[in-house]
């Protein structure tokens, strides 16, 4: 189960994005993905087949991604201001946006 700590603990540990890419953990997307078709690689972007084509949601380039987290029955993927919740049993995707108060969107 997702809960807003584990929430707010994802946006705190991946404010930043870190230096190495390889401190990203996408090798756990790229392990999952060769097991299951809940999303696929295109080039430098991910693309979630749980969100319908045409969605700017649907692909995100690897770069912009911070972290990624694996959760008993999710797969986390955090970006600056949104994470992506993959349901690891039937491919559909959450999004969390990012709560930004005015002193953020500065």
Known sequence: MIT???I??????????????ENRDI????????????????????VFNGIAEG?????????????VRDFDKFLAVVLANSIF???????SVSVHLKDLDESEAA
């Open 85 to 91: 919740f993959v349901n690891k049993a039937n491919g």
């Open 27 to 46: 090798n756990i997307l790229m392990d999952y993905a060769f097991d299951t078709d809940l999303f696929d690689f295109d080039g430098d972007s991910i």
């Open 8 to 21: 707010n603990d994802l946006y705190t540990q991946f404010a930043t994005a870190p230096a190495l890419f």
């Open 55 to 67: 969605s700017p949601l649907r692909s995100v380039e690897l770069e912009k991604i911070h972290g």
């Open 4 to 6: 807003t700590n584990n």
